[in-house]
């Protein structure tokens, strides 16, 4: 049995890393071990339940900081990394903690897996500071998990060896598949659904949050029968201007972020969804609800070029015109709604499990026979 350590710490990582960890707990060959970082708290505990997964090792957080976060996290991980002959280091993204866990990997010479690579803007200002911190665990990582052929291509671009770079689908199909089997989410709703929000990204923070709170209430009160829910992040740079924005509106249902089972239901039931967010964007079209994307530019221009996406901006104007037009073109909605999901099949992590034995077997094979 090979000892696989994944190293995850926020709610998007456990959301893509729990179905490989399911995979890799039934394939008979590896004993995967879940390491929590400690960089969310409340909102990873949610995700961690959701999925049935109670973390082997969990790291306490040091300070509020990223940065006294992100030195004593490593100092933590290099301690777990001496503690056995791990075979390989998992990560997921392009959080603080994916680059804390694919260096504490490469320090102690074991190979590191990343999940959803090649995924790039080459704006190293968007995503602050995830495009930097992605583009880095590529550099030292020794198996490439592409979500798409776009994301495969961007890795080969920068001459990370072909036999490394695997396209795979992105595993968070896999997490909506795993809800809908073993939890059961389905359609709900009457009528035209409402209307789904979530905004937290960094580079979005300050007046561009504040533009996009305006849009959702001049929609809301041009639309008083348009029900809109607003899960809101828990960082007060985003919950105080949200709340005293929209605070009063009576048809905006502001709320702490939602456990994954409500966000698939309230995705599910879903007429548009409005959001910033890198997951909800491979989400939303698995159920056919079409999205309109709070960012200037996405690294996930397949959900643009699919049909399923369009990019909304951070105006206030164009946020609202483009929620306008999809509310009265029946046809350019339909249209959204068919265009099927461009990132995944829900096989991403069965891909993923099978690969790794075909390269981690070999690899063990030729050490017990030197
Ligand atoms: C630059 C960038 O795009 N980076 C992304 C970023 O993540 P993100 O932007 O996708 O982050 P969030 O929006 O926090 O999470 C989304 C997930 O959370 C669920 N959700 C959300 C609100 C809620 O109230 N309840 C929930 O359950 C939701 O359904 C979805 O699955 O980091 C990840 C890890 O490295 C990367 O994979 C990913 O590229």
């Known amino acids: 049995m090979l000892d696989i350590l994944i190293i995850c710490g926020t709610r998007p990582e456990i959301i893509k890393l729990a179905p490989v960890y399911h995979a890799l707990r039934n394939c008979g060959w590896a004993r995967p071990v879940w390491l929590h970082t400690g960089q969310h708290g409340d909102m990873a505990r949610q995700m961690l339940a959701c999925f049935d997964i109670e973390p082997d090792i969990e790291l306490s957080r040091a300070g509020d900081s990223l940065a006294q976060f992100s030195t004593r996290c490593r100092e933590l991980l290099d ?25 504490a990997g490469f320090y102690h010479h074991v190979p590191v897996a990343h999940v959803e690579a090649g995924l790039r803007t080459y704006d190293l200002s968007r995503p602050f500071p995830e ?20 994301a495969s291509q961007a890795l080969q671009a920068e001459a990370v060896p072909d036999e490394r770079v695997f396209i795979t689908g992105n595993t968070v199909i896999d997490a909506q598949h795993w809800v809908m089997r073993h939890r059961r989410i389905k359609r709900g709703g009457t009528g035209r659904g409402h209307l789904l929000v979530t905004a937290h ?35 007060p740079t985003v919950s105080k201007p949200v709340h005293a924005i929209l605070g009063e509106l009576s048809n905006v249902h502001l709320s702490g972020p939602f456990d994954y089972l409500r966000m698939q239901q309230a995705l599910i039931d879903a007429w548009l969804v409005l959001t910033d967010s890198g997951g909800l964007q491979e989400e939303a079209p698995t159920f056919g609800v079409p999205l309109l994307v709070l960012r200037t530019e996405t ?72």
């Not at 399923?308 to 105006?315: D, E, K, Q």
């Not at 350019?332 to 075909?358: E, H, K």
């Open 79 to 103: 301690g777990v990394m001496a503690s056995r002959p791990w075979s390989l280091v998992m990560v997921q993204g392009d959080t603080e903690s994916t680059f804390l866990g694919a260096l």
């Open 131 to 150: 495009e930097g911190l992605r583009q880095m665990v590529s550099r030292i990582a020794s198996f490439h998990f592409a979500p798409t052929a776009r």
């Open 201 to 235: 990204r960094r580079e979005n923070w300050g007046s561009d949050l504040r533009e996009i709170c305006y849009a959702i209430a001049d929609v809301a009160s041009h639309h008083p029968e348009l029900d809109i829910l607003f899960p809101v992040h828990l960082n």
């Open 299 to 370: 690294e996930r221009p397949e959900a643009i070029e699919s049909g399923c996406a369009r990019l909304a901006g951070t105006r206030r104007v164009s946020i609202v015109k483009q929620i306008e037009d999809l509310w009265e073109d029946g046809e350019a909605y339909a249209a959204m709604a068919r265009a099927g999901n461009p990132f995944g099949d829900g096989q991403a992590s069965d891909r993923i499990v099978d690969l790794l034995q075909g390269a981690l077997e070999g690899g063990e094979r030729r050490r017990e026979a030197v």
